[in-house]
């Protein structure tokens, strides 16, 4: 099951249920620091509507070779899990 949370011409952020856990999928039609603000807006509304339903961390799963995406997604507080198969799991907690 997966729920678009946010959907405009700057992005797109939608979740992904599966085995009691959520997935994030973000993706940012373009970028600059206005794009960043509000990103980081919609993230943390997100992240309280995931806590009060009972979600306690948020998973991404993304290349471990790719940088860009990398440093996009510990600015928006993810840290890495574990790395398996060319791909970096991470976790992000609900609770900050």
């Known amino acids: 099951m997966s729920d678009i949370f946010w959907d405009d011409d700057w992005g797109t952020l939608e979740f992904q249920y599966a085995e009691n856990k959520v997935f994030a999928h973000a993706v940012?039609?373009?970028w600059n620091k206005k794009v960043y603000l509000k990103f980081l807006?919609?993230?943390h509304v997100a992240k309280e509507e995931?806590?009060?339903a009972g979600y306690?961390?948020?998973y991404?799963?993304?290349p471990d070779?790719?940088?860009?995406?990398f440093k996009f997604e510990v600015m928006f507080g993810f840290r890495v899990l574990?790395?398996?198969d060319g791909l970096l799991v991470m976790i992000c907690s609900t609770e900050n």
């Open 28 to 30: 940012a039609k373009q």
């Open 56 to 58: 306690n961390e948020i």
């Open 65 to 69: 070779n790719d940088k860009k995406l």
């Open 50 to 52: 995931l806590k009060e």
């Open 82 to 84: 574990h790395q398996v």
């Open 60 to 62: 991404v799963v993304i």
């Open 41 to 43: 807006d919609i993230w």
